[in-house]
């Protein structure tokens, strides 16, 4: 009985020394976990830049003296001094301008006098379509106003390809001025042909009177536009207008004015502009023109001479 007690017990030591020795430890799981760590989100900043609802693109001033041949002793012209300026919307598609001149009359003998309408203040508007297109038209308005008479347009302009064309439409009120009655006008030039470096177009202009009496005139041109020279800072381009026909009609049937009426080719009218671009902002320019027109009563000649000289600055 003993030795079947030491023989279990015996058995039982072994077993549990083998099992001691079978027993696998079992791994430690590590984990293994990702942290992601978030980069700093950049913030960003919005600028509103303040932009003005007008902007001033120029500045000029110019003067002009114009002389009729065959005038009174000593008496040079009538002499404008002028400034303009130009404006534009923050868009580019509204541009304005705005003019203010004193003209006097030079007399060798009397010395300076005031003029006519001595004093003249001008607002323009343009509205721009098609900028950036092949057709490109615009619509504008203008008043002029001097010290007797006041003015005021409706105008309009085209360019596609290598046509243009212009319209002002216009109307004057002499303001109760003694003798004058108010006049409606039209100028216009309705199609412009671009051929090379020459712009030929068909002229025309038209008024009549406002009242009681109308009196009337129409007349008809045929101007041409080209280039003359470029050379460096230099350029100069030239104006030649040819008058086709031009009849003033008088209600009252009165004998018509030696200065009224024209046939073809009795109106010769020649100019020249030259600039000289100083600077990609500042240039200065000289023109002269010079006109011949030979009335159709008593075959009476009128000579006139505009000379021109001014700067303008492009901001």
Known sequence: MKKLALLL???????????????????????????????????EIVVFEEKPLLRV????????????AGSS???IG???????IGLASASGNWTYAVQGYKAWKLDSDEGVLDGQDNER???DAWRHFNRNEDFRYSLGARARLQNNYDRYYARGKYSYGFTSGWVDLRYQSNNGTPGTADVQSIEIMPLNITMGPITLGYFFYGDETIGNTTDSVAEHQLRAY??????GKFSSDAEVRLGLKKDAKNEKALAKNEESDYDFGDLQRYGINTNYKYSENLSFNVSYLYEIVKYSTE?????YGEF????????
């Open 9 to 43: 017990g015996s058995l039982l030591v072994v077993g549990a020394t083998a099992s001691a020795k079978e027993a696998v430890v079992a791994p430690v799981e590590v984990s293994k976990e990702v942290v992601v760590v978030a980069e700093p989100v950049a913030q």
């Open 57 to 68: 693109t120029s500045f000029g001033m110019w003067t002009e003296n114009d002389n009729n």
């Open 73 to 75: 002793d000593g008496d």
């Open 78 to 84: 009538l002499t404008y001094l002028a400034a303009d």
């Open 121 to 123: 203040f001008q607002l």
């Open 226 to 231: 080209f280039p003359l020279f470029a050379s």
């Open 299 to 303: 075959a009476k000649k009128s000579y």
């Open 308 to 315: 021109v000289a001014g700067w303008n600055y492009k901001f």
